[in-house]
């Protein structure tokens, strides 16, 4: 397949959008799992004073974020509804207080307040991303200049721990630097990446899920896992969040040096893929391992291989994404456009299945969503159809 393949395409964006309509009819303004379990998609567990099918965690933007992406593929009105419905919860959130100890602030206000705020132009949705970007700007640890992971600041387990994932997190920075016109957001976002080109990317081409540095001397002082199969492992997914992050740190800084870091991300995921160009949920197995892959690291990937052959011009990287999005589509997806009979993939005919792509890993080590849909598989893979059909389109990163 070539990523121009219209007729595969189309079918396979039909078929997301059925399990959107699917979702949307069960779920409507509330909010589902971070994963699917046995399959289906439930509503998010009560937690504290958040009762069930509430706005908490680092997952749930990626709820309105498909439902902007299905207006966008279908120009059908009820998606825009929808997803705007999600703004005031966000709102809410973010001024309330609730769940915000996280760098995850990225991922969750772009999607839910920066997108309608361009599309829209209301101001509370802009209101409420700036004061997500100030929370996020609040956890920049001096002198190392990263942004903490994770957990309260004085949290001894957590202080001056960052993760390979937050470079999906800066792009909020960069546009509250540009919507306000101060500096001090893409300056943090700035050091915060070059801090992770230096230490969590090794000079083997993989990277470290986590990292800590001295909180009082800004000393970088070691790698550690989290999700991936050991400390020195190469985390699948961490890996493509490194390929999709420092490819956008680099659109926002022009700095080449962030683009060579996406490269040399992208060359190890690609070397160590298996035959059917899905990776196994940690880049140390291969097939015959017996392990489970992660379709989310795949659909992660495509967008940034994606987005990486926009910002090099290297033609190459456009076709392994190519390659990857066709295998998710033929093995991986609900209701595929093709069967999953040519590939070597895992069975892919879980009947009723409320997740568009089947086989995700979230955290094998713990044994949480493993070989499960979930919320940011199916994201990234309605932006990965999104950026490969509509021509003009712009992704919210
Ligand atoms: N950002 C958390 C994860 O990728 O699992």
């Known amino acids: 397949m070539t990523v121009t393949d219209a007729e595969v395409l189309s079918t396979a964006v039909t078929a997301a959008l059925r399990t959107i309509d699917t979702n949307l009819a069960a779920f409507g303004d509330r909010y589902p799992g971070d994963t699917t379990v046995q399959g289906r998609y439930r509503l998010r567990p009560a937690t504290g004073d958040v009762p069930e099918g509430g706005n908490v965690g680092w997952t749930t933007s990626f709820w309105p974020g498909m439902l902007w992406l299905a207006w966008d593929l279908s120009g059908a009105d009820v998606y825009r509804r929808a997803a705007e419905a999600h703004t005031a919860s966000?709102?809410?959130?973010?001024?309330?207080?609730?769940?915000?100890?996280?760098?995850?602030?990225?991922?969750?206000?772009?999607?839910?307040?920066?997108?309608?705020?361009?599309?829209?132009?209301?101001?509370?949705?802009?209101?409420?991303?700036?004061?997500?970007?100030?929370?996020?700007?609040?956890?920049?640890?001096?002198?190392a200049g990263i942004i903490q992971a994770w957990g309260d600041l004085t949290d001894p387990r957590q202080r001056g721990r960052t993760i390979i994932d937050s470079l999906m997190n800066t792009p909020l920075l960069f546009w509250a630097s540009r919507t306000t016109g101060d500096p001090r957001y893409a300056n943090a976002a700035r050091r915060h990446t070059a801090q992770l080109r230096d230490h969590i990317l090794r000079p083997d081409d993989t990277t470290f899920h986590t990292f800590y540095?001295?909180?009082?001397?800004?000393?970088?002082?070691?790698?550690?896992?989290?999700?991936?199969?050991?400390?020195?492992?190469?985390?699948?997914?961490?890996?493509?969040?490194?390929?999709?992050?420092?490819?956008?740190?680099?659109?926002?800084?022009?700095?080449?040096?962030?683009?060579?870091?996406?490269?040399?991300?992208?060359?190890?995921?690609?070397?160590?893929?298996?035959?059917?160009?899905?990776?196994?949920?940690?880049?140390?197995?291969?097939?015959?391992?017996?392990?489970?892959?992660?379709?989310?690291?795949?659909?992660?990937?495509?967008?940034?291989?994606?987005?990486?052959?926009?910002?090099?011009?290297?033609?190459?990287?456009?076709?392994?994404?190519?390659d990857i999005l066709q295998s998710l589509i033929n093995g991986y997806a609900t209701a595929p456009g093709s069967t999953a009979s040519d590939s070597t993939a895992p069975d892919s005919t879980a009947a009723g299945s409320t997740a568009l792509l089947l086989h995700g890993v979230y955290d094998k080590p713990k044994g949480v969503g493993v070989d499960e849909g979930n919320l940011w598989g199916d994201y990234f893979y309605l932006e990965a159809l999104a950026r490969v059909t509509l021509p003009d389109w712009t992704d919210p990163w």
């Open 90 to 143: 966000f709102a809410d959130r973010v001024h309330n207080g609730v769940d915000l100890d996280t760098h995850d602030l990225g991922f969750l206000y772009t999607l839910s307040c920066i997108v309608p705020w361009q599309r829209s132009g209301r101001s509370p949705a802009r209101t409420a991303a700036l004061a997500a970007a100030d929370h996020l700007l609040s956890r920049v640890l001096e002198p």
């Open 213 to 322: 540095w001295d909180p009082e001397t800004g000393e970088p002082l070691r790698g550690e896992t989290e999700q991936g199969n050991s400390d020195d492992s190469c985390w699948a997914r961490g890996q493509a969040w490194g390929i999709y992050g420092f490819a956008l740190n680099y659109r926002y800084t022009g700095d080449v040096s962030f683009l060579r870091a996406a490269q040399r991300c992208a060359g190890y995921f690609l070397k160590h893929l298996p035959a059917d160009r899905i990776a196994y949920w940690d880049l140390e197995f291969g097939d015959g391992s017996g392990e489970e892959r992660d379709s989310s690291a795949a659909a992660i990937a495509v967008c940034g291989l994606l987005e990486l052959a926009t910002q090099s011009g290297v033609g190459t990287y456009r076709a392994a994404a190519g």
